[in-house]
């Protein structure tokens, strides 16, 4: 069993900053990747950006230098700084664990909403 415990989402203002938090415990035999996922209603479900154990990166084409991706390994923490948000960020954004042997983990989803 893995857990992902995910906070950091909410309210806030078009131009504002939020910072999600993602830790992952329980079974997990080794990380390949931890990203973060987004799904808008009506959308489908679309990567934000995610991070491998060594350190690449890749973002969704929207990010465009707004949202900063980190991983602390040792803790199995992965952090989202999102600034200059638009009320377009708006959904639900959902943690994800690339894990050994072909396990992939997602979090329950926390609502991130821009508008003034």
Excluded at 76 to 94: G, H, W
């Amino acid at each position: 069993q893995v857990q992902l415990v995910e906070s950091g989402g909410g309210l806030v203002q078009p131009g504002g900053s939020l910072r999600l938090s993602c830790a992952a415990s329980g079974k997990i035999f080794g990380i390949n990747a931890m990203g973060w996922y987004r799904q808008a209603p009506g959308e489908e479900r679309e990567l934000v950006a995610d991070i491998t154990s060594g350190g690449s990166i890749k973002y969704g084409d929207f990010v465009k230098g707004r949202f900063t991706i980190s991983m602390d390994n040792a803790k199995r923490t992965v952090y989202l700084q999102m600034d200059s948000l638009k009320p377009e960020d708006t959904a639900v954004y959902y943690c994800n664990v690339n894990g050994w042997y072909g396990r992939s983990d997602w979090g329950q989803g926390t609502q991130v909403t821009v508008s003034s």
